[in-house]
């Protein structure tokens, strides 16, 4: 117990270098649940997951990850668009990660349960340069 009194300040550094360490990710909001683009990159691949872009037509045309269905999300609850496979890993993307969080939540009531959102989104695909493409 002596020890832990007369060293109490290491605790203390090294509770504050964890949360300095954890601040980067605390800060963007990333939900539970979300996927980085690495491992979104690996659904689509080797689960076949489906990319749902929920911004709205004129973001979506203005630039967008390659082969995602667009399904603004006011129509996400009664979109046809979506999979009828609901057991398929869907990656939802916006532009930071905000209203993706609100599409999984409307997704996992409509019984999509790998529904996830691309943390960062948008953002975050494009500083891994990864491949986004425009729609005239």
């Known amino acids: 117990m ?6 109490w300040y290491l605790f203390a ?8 360490l954890a601040w ?3 800060r963007r909001g990333a939900p539970a649940g979300g996927v980085t683009t ?3 990159i690996h659904l689509i691949n080797r689960e076949k ?9 004129a973001e979506y ?12 999300l006011a129509t996400l609850e009664t979109s046809t ?21 609100k599409a999984v939540v ?16 948008l953002a975050a695909w494009r500083e891994a340069n990864l491949p986004v493409e425009k729609t005239a």
């Open 2 to 7: 002596k020890f832990f009194l007369e060293t």
């Open 13 to 20: 550094v090294a509770l504050v270098s964890g949360g300095l």
């Open 24 to 26: 980067p990710t605390l």
């Open 38 to 40: 690495a491992e979104a």
């Open 49 to 57: 997951a489906v990319l749902v872009d929920v911004r709205d037509a």
């Open 61 to 72: 045309a203005a630039g967008h990850v390659m082969n995602a269905k667009n399904i603004p």
């Open 81 to 101: 668009a979506l999979p009828k496979n609901k057991s398929l890993p869907i990656v939802v993307v916006c532009n930071r990660g905000a209203h993706a969080s």
């Open 106 to 121: 409307m997704l996992r009531k409509l019984g999509y349960e790998n529904a996830r959102t691309l943390t960062g989104g």
